[in-house]
């Protein structure tokens, strides 16, 4: 933060402001207001004919919005805020969302949703203290999918199959202890323990689903119950699975109890509750949860059988928590490509740029990026719940950076890109604001990012890239300059088409507008640690008047 006060001034060209001259006071408003937001027509269709335009079309100016954050309220309203929402966000250009886990969690009414309980509870039981979950009962869940779904906006459930806790009673298990740091080293012989892994669910009594959980279905546990001690026990006759991250030397173990894949009753149990998930909830798509902890092969027959059972191929993407490129597209490879994946490598280059004090190359900001090397299969981000400070993967992106990030991933043509709620509506748990101009970006990306992509990273500090805009979208063609060190200026071409155009910085600030020669060139200016939006003057007079500035 203290870097960013220290450079934002500096200049190497001196601007003077002069035309539009819009209202420039950003909303700190943490309450979701966008019944004022302008109509549009929101396009719900997702595929083409054949695999290559299904992919083109599930990325072409799609906007994902992950529709929780950590800190919520418990208050049983959120599946509420999603239907009273849902109009608002598609006029937006939001036509994604991912909500939270919807189901029982161990710690119930104050649960995530990531310590699972029951899955077949989506706040219904007396179960866990409480018949709601943090966000709400089952029936106003469904209403929930269903307004979204009313709007042109899929929906993506939150589906955690890799561990469960809060079991109903304990067992007597064999068990060896592994290493912590390395899961094939055996650090103490075989041994009865006490593990939580009989799940009865006595407040659903069979409804649904007849099956109950016990020490078969799991691999391993933390807690042996018995001495009271923590560690990381695999049970009798039970191995880890192979085909997982190698971190750890093997990463197939979380936490609670952890699935045993290879146990066939396991399998058949959740891929009759992905069978009953899809006809009760009827979701777009799915996001899968830690899915480097979970056998490759299994997650490619499962999402097979999940898709047969549905009749359509529809979108799923995987949290694969790792920096290392080879590592995804070794796991996209390994599934056959079965689902997209979080560009993990991506979030940690704008953690490094943000944090660099201007020594990061801005050059090589997407060269270990997913969305550079598998651009179809790349859902992009620049936090989430789990960065967000306080949480696990802590590793939050500074605000003065943010902009710059979101103008990325936005304004690409590669990668799906996912907003954060709260960097759309702010953390009040943290005092963390909502992000300045992400209203107007999402607003370009639904409108007016489109045509050819043009990248300038071509420079250690200052980078852009451009994109021509087309026919089919008035007003369309827009120039994106970014830096984490001073500003300066670039020349870059958008589009012949646009030749003689003004183009007006879309964020506000440097109010001079960029005239483009006869060849759609244009000399493109940025302040210091800040990115600028270049866009047609029809582009600016609607974001700057259709979404709250």
Known sequence: MSFFHSIKNKRREKIIGAGFNAGSNQSNQTQIENNDLVDSTVDSSMYGSSPVEKEKDIMTNKTMLQYFEWYMPADSLHWQRCEIQAWGLSQLGINMVWLPPAYKGAAGKKSVGYDVYDMYDLGEFNQKGTYATKYGTKDEYIKAVESFKSQGIE???????????????????IACEDAGENR??????????????????????????????????????????????????????????????DEKANFDYLMGVDLDFDNSKTTEAVTNWGKWYLDTVKPSGFRLDAVKHISSGF??????????????????????????????KNYLNATGECMSLFDVPLHFAFVGA??????????????????????????????????????????????WFKPIAYALILLQESGLPCVF???????????????????????????????????????????????????????????????DSDGGKKRMKVSQRLAGQKLYNALGGLLDPVTLDNEGYGEFYVDGGSVSVWVTEQAYRDVRTSVEF
């Open 421 to 483: 709620y709260g960097d759309l509506y702010g953390i009040p748990h943290d005092k963390i604001k909502p992000v300045p101009g992400l209203r107007q970006l999402i607003k370009l990306r639904k409108s007016y990012a489109y045509g050819t992509q043009t990248d300038y990273f071509d420079d250690s500090s200052i980078v852009g890239f451009t994109r021509s805009g087309d026919d089919g979208h008035s007003g369309s063609g827009l120039a994106v300059l970014m830096t």
């Open 184 to 245: 094939e080293e055996e650090i103490g012989g075989e041994r009865e323990i006490s593990a939580w892994t009989r799940f009865t669910f006595p407040g659903r009594q069979g409804k649904y689903s007849s099956f109950t959980w016990d020490y078969t279905n799991f691999s391993g546990t933390d807690w042996d119950e018995k001495t009271k001690k923590g560690g990381i026990y695999r049970f009798q006759g039970k191995n880890w699975s192979e085909d997982t991250d």
């Open 354 to 399: 943000a944090t660099s004090n201007g020594g990061f190359d801005m050059s090589k900001l997407l060269e270990n990026s997913l969305c550079k090397a598998t651009p179809f299969k790349a859902v992009t981000f620049v936090d989430n719940h789990d960065t967000q400070p306080g949480q696990s993967l802590s590793s939050f992106v500074p605000e």
């Open 155 to 173: 929906v993506l459930a939150d589906v955690v199959l890799n561990h469960m806790m809060g079991a109903d009673e304990a067992q007597t298990v």
């Open 299 to 328: 997650y490619k027959e499962w999402m097979a059988n999940m898709r047969s059972y549905k009749g359509e191929e529809f979108f799923a993407v995987g949290e694969y928590w790792s920096s290392d490129l080879e590592k995804l």
